[in-house]
């Protein structure tokens, strides 16, 4: 049985200090993910990390999925562990196809530098205020991006 994500001590606090913040709240097997609105995502992260009881100041991960041919299309994943507390958050922010962008998380959580990098050369998402935005994995000279689920299967010829 899957709890109440509103029983979420993090939606809790975040509910209270950002209302706007959270367009929709989830839970499953216990993991709560929380969908943050883009224009309020840094200071939801600093929030999430300062703010006492919560104190989710690792950034264990950062990915994203692509919706394709859904609008919005993709969906930037944020995964949070509290060290102090032993809980686990999801983040979530939905970006549109055409020119995905969010605030990078860099001043938040420095670990996210790798992260984003490998984000934007497999999906094309641009993370604003990178201090290094360029591919990580693949040539500078890659056409497109593998990951989108409209890149041919065999690369562009």
Avoid: C
Avoid at 34 to 59: K, M, N, S, V
Avoid at 108 to 130: K, M, N, Q, Y
């Amino acid at each position: 049985m899957t709890a109440d994500p509103q029983n979420s001590l993090a939606w809790q606090k975040l509910q209270a200090y950002f209302p706007d913040a959270i367009e929709n709240v989830t839970s499953f097997r216990d993991e709560v993910t929380l969908y943050i609105r883009p224009a309020l995502l840094r200071h939801t992260w600093e929030f999430l990390r300062d703010e006492p009881g919560l104190e989710f100041r690792f950034l264990a991960d950062v990915t994203a999925l692509d919706l394709y041919p859904q609008e919005p299309r993709f969906e930037v994943v944020y995964h949070l562990l509290s060290l102090e507390n032993g809980q686990r958050l999801r983040l979530k922010v939905r970006l549109p196809g055409e020119n995905p962008a969010v605030p990078s998380a860099v001043p938040v959580w420095p670990s996210a530098i790798a992260f984003e990098r490998e984000v934007f050369d497999l999906f094309g998402i641009t993370f604003e205020g990178h201090p290094f935005l360029k591919r990580i994995l693949l040539p500078d000279n890659w056409e497109g991006h593998p990951l989108r689920k409209d890149y041919p299967t065999e690369g562009y010829r």
